[in-house]
């Protein structure tokens, strides 16, 4: 957790550089590390800190605490929830808590790599917390934006799975039409985002996964304002 002055810091940095949105982990272990009990305090001073400067804020739920995941896990890092709807119930907490100030979530972050999906990736555990969380978020309010987690660029091996081939299997899954937009991370990709190219590479998955169609694609790392792409997709 930040300093609330390294805080200050920071948000006076974004608006000072005249940065209008900031991506925020909102890290289910912090929130509600023991069951049943939830601590919104740091999360709270984060997302507010943020907000009252006026700025846009894309929240990421994200991430498990040691008693929602298998036991035999939990010494991994960043493992997977080891029930879809557990998680899905923490996504919409935090949807509701922050409604008036958060009005675009990502679920999940990186769910196509092992190291953020541990101890390997796994669409279907993935499609099924995407949807859940979803169709939860969307009873509670449709006009809230929700994101599939951002891919991370790498190759298909044996704990990971590229962009495209993950992607496309969430399609395979039914899990197309449980998110707004589709979210990549390009870092650490080579050659130009706007070529295609037969190497993997983030322009490589970008125009593969346009063929697809119906969604946007929103590309971002450690921020990126996307409400305006939405409203111009609707």
Same mark, same amino acid.
């Given at each position: 957790d930040m300093s609330p002055d390294l805080l200050e810091r920071q948000a006076s940095g974004f608006v000072?550089?005249?940065?209008?949105?900031?991506?925020?982990?909102?890290?289910?272990?912090?929130?509600?590390?023991? +069951? =049943?009990? +939830?601590?919104?305090?740091?999360?709270?001073?984060?997302?507010?800190?943020?907000?009252?400067? =006026?700025?846009?804020?894309?929240?990421?739920?994200?991430?498990? %605490?040691?008693?929602?995941?298998?036991?035999?896990?939990?010494?991994?890092?960043? %493992?997977? %929830?080891?029930?879809?709807a557990v998680f899905?119930?923490?996504?919409?907490?935090?949807?509701?808590?922050?409604?008036?100030?958060?009005?675009?979530?990502?679920?999940?972050?990186?769910?196509?790599? =092992?190291?953020?999906? =541990?101890?390997?990736?796994? %669409?279907?555990?993935?499609?099924?917390?995407?949807?859940?969380? +979803?169709?939860?978020?969307k009873q509670f309010d449709p006009d809230i934006v929700v994101l599939s987690g951002a891919t991370s660029p790498t190759v298909d091996n044996a704990t990971d799975l590229s962009p495209q081939t993950f992607v496309t299997r969430l399609y395979e899954l039914g899990a197309g039409k449980y998110f707004d937009g589709l979210a990549m991370h390009p870092y650490s990709a080579s050659g130009s985002l706007s070529t295609y190219s037969g190497t993997a590479n983030s322009a490589t998955a970008i125009a593969d996964i346009r063929a697809r169609g119906h969604r946007p694609i929103l590309v971002g790392g450690s921020m990126l304002y996307v409400q305006s792409l939405i409203d111009a997709w609707r």
């Open positions: 000072d550089h005249h940065f209008g949105a900031v991506r925020l982990t909102i890290q289910w272990p912090h929130i509600n590390s023991t +069951y =049943g009990e +939830y601590d919104w305090a740091a999360t709270d001073a984060l997302v507010d800190t943020f907000h009252s400067r =006026g700025i846009s804020i894309l929240g990421v739920a994200t991430w498990a %605490p040691s008693w929602a995941v298998p036991e035999e896990y939990r010494l991994v890092k960043h %493992p997977a %929830p080891a029930d879809p899905a119930e923490f996504a919409l907490a935090a949807a509701e808590r922050y409604a008036d100030r958060i009005r675009t979530w990502e679920i999940w972050n990186e769910p196509n790599i =092992g190291s953020t999906f =541990g101890p390997r990736v796994n %669409p279907e555990l993935y499609a099924a917390m995407l949807e859940q969380s +979803y169709v939860a978020i």
